[in-house]
């Protein structure tokens, strides 16, 4: 089957750094997005991996290690503001046009 | 201004009663999709489809149809609701249906099937 496992709880300061990690079981995929959701409002789009690596944009980067079924987001400069739920994504091989969501990481920033 | 616009934004009904929830895009996208959102479980893939007259399964499309008959539009339809169905629906939209693609989410819609 195709799963991503994502923490469903992470707790941070505000001003730190934190990482949120995505595990997958999948056969192979077209690369790894992530999403953010406020409470109440709808996931919007922050990152795309298409290759293994570091893409960075702002004070949010993504990374993605395909030899070790591995990714993470990493967020910067906490804001009060980035408290929020986050979802990695993908495109699986097997079908290219489905999208298959993790089950999404709670981040809850502390003062 | 580029948009994803779901109606209704909340419904409640009962088991059995046909309803339609609709879907449009300003955007000229070529990928659509239709999401449900439940509590630890993220978001599901409903349907999905490529361009017009192309639609497909996702992961949890029992219960559901669907129809592309113009880009613009993409409505979901139970035709016999029941309260397993009571979730948050999510519409999505973008360019192509390639992983670099960003989904555009609408506002979602808040079923409750009694």
């Known amino acids: 089957g195709q799963s991503l496992e994502q923490p469903s709880e992470v707790t941070a300061v505000e001003g730190a750094i934190v990482q949120i990690n995505c595990t997958y079981q999948t056969s192979g995929f077209y690369g790894l997005s992530w999403y953010q959701q406020h409470d109440g409002g709808a996931p919007t789009f922050l990152s795309y991996?298409?290759?293994?690596g570091l893409e960075e944009t702002g004070r949010f980067s993504s990374f993605l290690s395909r030899s070790d079924s591995y990714g993470y987001l990493l967020l910067q400069e906490l804001q009060m503001k980035d408290s929020a739920s986050y979802f990695c994504a993908v495109r699986p091989y097997s079908s290219a046009s489905k999208i298959i969501f993790g089950s999404g990481t709670r981040l809850s920033i502390r003062p | 201004e580029a948009q994803v616009t779901q109606n209704p934004r909340y419904l409640i009904t009962v088991t059995g009663k046909k309803l339609t929830v609709t879907c449009s895009q300003n955007?000229?996208?070529?990928?659509m999709s239709w999401y449900r959102q439940d509590p630890g479980l993220g978001l599901r893939q409903i349907y999905y489809?490529?361009?017009?007259?192309?639609?497909d399964k996702g992961d949890v499309p029992e219960g559901y149809k669907v129809s592309r008959k113009e880009k613009r539009n993409f409505p979901l339809i139970l035709e016999s609701p029941s309260p397993n169905q009571t979730s948050l629906y999510f519409c999505?939209?973008?360019?192509?249906?390639?992983?670099?693609?960003?989904?555009?989410f609408g506002d979602g819609t808040r079923l409750s099937i009694l």
């Open positions: 999505a939209s973008s360019l192509g249906g390639s992983g670099n693609q960003p989904q555009h």
């Open positions: 991996n298409a290759l293994d």
């Open positions: 489809s490529m361009n017009v007259e192309v639609t």
């Open positions: 955007m000229n996208h070529e990928y």
